[in-house]
């Protein structure tokens, strides 16, 4: 293994935990959606890690087939711009479609107040919702389909430094060497959503907030909404 083999493989290690760290669209919507949908640690962790999955793979087959056919540079780029851009504007969809439907749930599921006279002079008052009391148990046991809308949404985003930075240097030498820095790329990046998004998501489980707990998928969406107007700024 070369000495310039080496420094690539330390770079592809600081490079994929900084780019993720400093990419809040790695981790936010995980983390918002792990909350509002009261998902398991154990189910954030998987649908982050298949997320993360989906999000190096594209780059890593575009660079490799790049560098098999002699692709230049320059037009791969281009590529990976484009991705990125359909990714930033399906997040950008996703987070203020699942905001409206969250907005709407909220005021569906608005609690309002009963008062009960009993024949032996008590009274009450009890709060309820009639939209989460019909619910049926097939509707609870229906399969979610917000995790597979992630992961498209992941597959079509770049990991903008790997291919230009990493894996066009390295593959100077050989292509065996371009795929050993992008697995390492791609491993401290998962490595590092998820470890964000596990603390964070367990760090906000001793967070209660009644009031505002039935607007919890409306502020998720507007938060991811938020996370692609960011990338289309080029924050």
């Known amino acids: 293994m070369s000495h310039q083999l080496l420094i690539l493989l330390g770079s592809?290690?600081?490079?994929?935990?900084?780019?993720?760290?400093?990419?809040?669209?790695?981790?936010?919507?995980?983390?918002?959606?792990?909350?509002?949908?009261?998902?398991?640690?154990?189910?954030?962790?998987?649908?982050?890690?298949?997320?993360?999955?989906?999000?190096?793979?594209?780059?890593?087959?575009?660079?490799?087939?790049?560098?098999?056919?002699?692709?230049?540079?320059?037009?791969?780029?281009?590529?990976?711009?484009?991705?990125?851009?359909?990714?930033?504007?399906?997040?950008?969809?996703?987070?203020?479609?699942?905001?409206?439907?969250?907005?709407?749930?909220?005021?569906?599921?608005?609690?309002?107040?009963?008062?009960?006279?009993?024949?032996?002079?008590?009274?009450?008052?009890?709060?309820?919702?009639?939209?989460?009391?019909?619910?049926?148990?097939?509707?609870?046991?229906?399969?979610?389909?917000t995790p597979w809308i992630l992961f498209t949404i992941f597959v079509f985003g770049p990991c903008e430094p790997l291919i230009p930075l990493l894996m066009y240097p390295a593959a100077t030498e050989n292509v065996g060497g371009a795929i050993l820095v992008a697995g390492v790329f791609s491993v401290v990046t998962i490595g590092t959503m998820t470890t964000v998004v596990l603390l964070s998501r367990f760090g906000l489980g001793f967070v209660v907030a009644p009031r505002l707990a039935r607007y919890g998928h409306a502020l998720a969406g507007a938060t991811i909404f938020l996370s692609g107007v960011a990338i289309h700024c080029g924050l």
Not at 95 to 105: D, E, F, P
């Open 12 to 145: 592809a290690a600081a490079i994929g935990a900084v780019h993720t760290l400093l990419g809040p669209d790695h981790y936010v919507p995980f983390i918002t959606l792990s909350k509002a949908r009261e998902w398991s640690l154990v189910k954030t962790a998987w649908i982050t890690i298949l997320c993360g999955l989906g999000h190096v793979a594209g780059s890593v087959i575009l660079g490799i087939i790049g560098i098999a056919a002699g692709i230049t540079l320059r037009n791969i780029e281009v590529l990976e711009a484009a991705r990125g851009d359909i990714a930033a504007w399906m997040l950008t969809a996703f987070g203020l479609v699942y905001a409206t439907w969250g907005l709407v749930r909220a005021v569906r599921n608005k609690p309002h107040t009963h008062h009960h006279a009993h024949l032996d002079g008590t009274e009450h008052e009890h709060a309820h919702n009639h939209h989460g009391e019909h619910l049926h148990p097939h509707n609870e046991r229906r399969k979610s389909l």
